[in-house]
């Protein structure tokens, strides 16, 4: 009863959804986007990495090679097929670490839906996005100002330190009480 009691007055944490959206966490792995170069021209190279590295076999990726006229990427090759099936996509994010270009990125988009099954393959057109995206990494670690880390880890290393050096110590005297009572045994 007290755990119910502690808890019946605390601050709700369900929505009403489809009026209110949460915002999700910035880490959050949503909707794939490709991305360009600041140029206009395509970051993707066509190199099926993405694809290979899906566990779920939700990427389709068909490269081709750049003609010299009109240039879709910098590079040799293009993909001139991409497609991300978002009924086999397990949102893992193991796609983005494979891209050698960061062409692909995930978004916190995570209203995914479509009328029908093949609405929810989405094609190049789809993917890719009109400007290409800056991104800022934050300068500053997400711990609160209290909390220092590095003064954490000298504690917890010099407690290690102490604990090793009385086992190291302890572990001596054992060999030697050892190594004596053997040599009186067999005098």
């Known amino acids: 009863m007290r755990t119910v009691f502690k808890n019946v007055y605390k601050k709700k944490e369900t929505t009403a959804y489809p009026e209110v959206r949460r915002q999700p966490f910035p880490r959050f792995k949503g909707r794939h986007i490709l991305d360009r170069h600041p140029d206009g021209l395509e970051k993707c190279i066509g190199c099926e990495l993405c694809a290979g590295a899906c566990p779920a076999d939700a990427i389709l990726v068909v490269g081709a090679d750049n003609e010299p006229g009109p240039r879709f990427s910098p590079g040799e090759r293009y993909a001139q097929v991409y497609q991300i099936n978002y009924l086999r996509c397990i949102f893992c994010g193991l796609c983005v670490e494979a891209c050698p270009t960061e062409a692909l990125l995930m978004t916190t988009e995570y209203e995914i839906s479509g009328p029908s099954r093949e609405g929810l393959v989405f094609t190049k057109d789809q993917l890719i996005v009109d400007e290409p995206i800056v991104r800022h990494w934050p300068t500053e670690k997400e711990y609160p100002p209290e909390h220092n880390l590095l003064k954490e880890l000298e504690a917890s290393r010099s407690e290690t330190d102490a604990v090793g050096g ?19 045994a067999q005098s």
């Open 166 to 184: 009385a086992r190291n110590a302890g572990d001596q005297r054992l060999k030697s009480t050892a190594a004596s009572g053997r040599g009186g």
